[in-house]
DNA sequence: TATTTGAACAAATAATACAAATATTCAAGT
DNA sequence: ACTTGAATATTTGTATTATTTGTTCAAATA
């Protein structure tokens, strides 16, 4: 592993834990045993460690994603698997369901302002192109597919933070449970 | 109109335009023409007037989606006139709007904290009637009427406020009217 | 009696200045 | 290519005072 990236684990943890403002570039030099200055020979500056620290969780949650749907074959279990392994991979990675709670702006969703346009982008691409596939293969009605794509992935976006934000726990996720569901419906032909 | 009324009238122009924080109990007695001390003869605190002024203009809100909607037979039907109403009211009366914007926490969604559960719940509970007479009629499917209300309930508060929080206009409008007719589709039968 | 007011007081906010902590740069060392 | 220590620039913290705003209340008014 370079160390851009370990530096990134190491400051995803104090991120997380401490907050952007409480979290000072000597603790991530501390945590690394290095002295701060030469943090600087790594990232541009505070606010640049912080974004790819960020970039870097999203992408392997992205990643984790795409790589459950793949394992999959019909079209209605992909949609189901990136529902739900989206809702599992936060539930296991409390740093970035963290950083995520304290930094709402991460998933601003009108476009023009998205710090991390190019990661949602693609996690939104992985949506699109199930959407894209049922179409094909005549399982889903012909919707409008960048409407629904965006629609679809602004409430699970919304579910995600809201299940993790205060712990409403098992109530949203059986809300969450049957909206997947009722978008299995409304999507199938 | 009383006395109440007409304060809270002025003072949701007040709030909406400057914010509960930079409108003060001075400004909403100027614009009535009296004297500050005097507000206190029929708010408690500038709290207690806030709160009822948002209470009054969700409650204007709701009864005129709960009008739209008894005028229609069909239940599907019902649905769509809810849902667009909805819009519609809220796209004429940009004060409450700014307020909505202002100060997400009117829709805590978690009860325990819902400062304005009351009319809250009472806008649910328009949605909720709609989804169980289409059950009872045998129209919707049998779905779990209580969390799926909830489900299809934040999904359309997120998109209101989305709608207006920034002039995303017409693709948020879009992406609406693709959700609702997605929705529709997963209940019906 | 129901409303309204002005004056007084309490609490919150703004403004200021100084001290401490933190971010950032950079020349020099490994 | 990588790391450091020291110096500088920014930001944040604290303590103080001035100003604004929220709230109360006894007296006035209608």
């Known amino acids: 592993m370079n160390k851009e990236q370990e530096i990134c684990n190491h400051a995803l943890g104090l991120f997380a834990h401490y907050g952007y403002r409480k979290t000072t570039i000597e603790d991530v030099a501390d945590a690394m045993g290095m002295t701060k200055s030469n943090i600087y020979f790594y990232f541009k500056n505070k606010q640049d460690l912080y974004e790819k620290t960020v970039a870097g969780a999203l992408s392997g949650w992205r990643d984790s994603v795409a790589e459950a749907v793949a394992a999959e074959q019909d079209v209605v279990e992909k949609f189901r698997v990136m529902a739900y392994r989206s809702f599992e991979y ?3 990675h409390s740093d970035l369901r963290t950083i995520l709670e304290k930094d709402p702006g991460i998933f601003t969703l009108t476009p ?8 949602n ?7 699109k192109s199930i959407i894209e596939q049922g179409i094909k293969e005549n399982r889903f009605h012909r919707v409008d597919v960048q409407h629904v794509t965006e629609f679809l992935f602004s409430v699970y976006i919304m579910f995600l933070i809201r299940a993790y934000v205060k712990s409403e726990g098992s109530t949203v996720a059986t809300m969450y449970e049957e909206g997947v569901e009722l978008a299995v419906r409304g999507l199938r032909k």
Do not use: K, T
């Open 90 to 92: 936060l539930r296991a």
């Open 121 to 127: 982008m693609g996690a939104m691409e992985i949506l």
């Open 112 to 119: 023009s302002e998205d710090r991390f346009r190019e990661v």
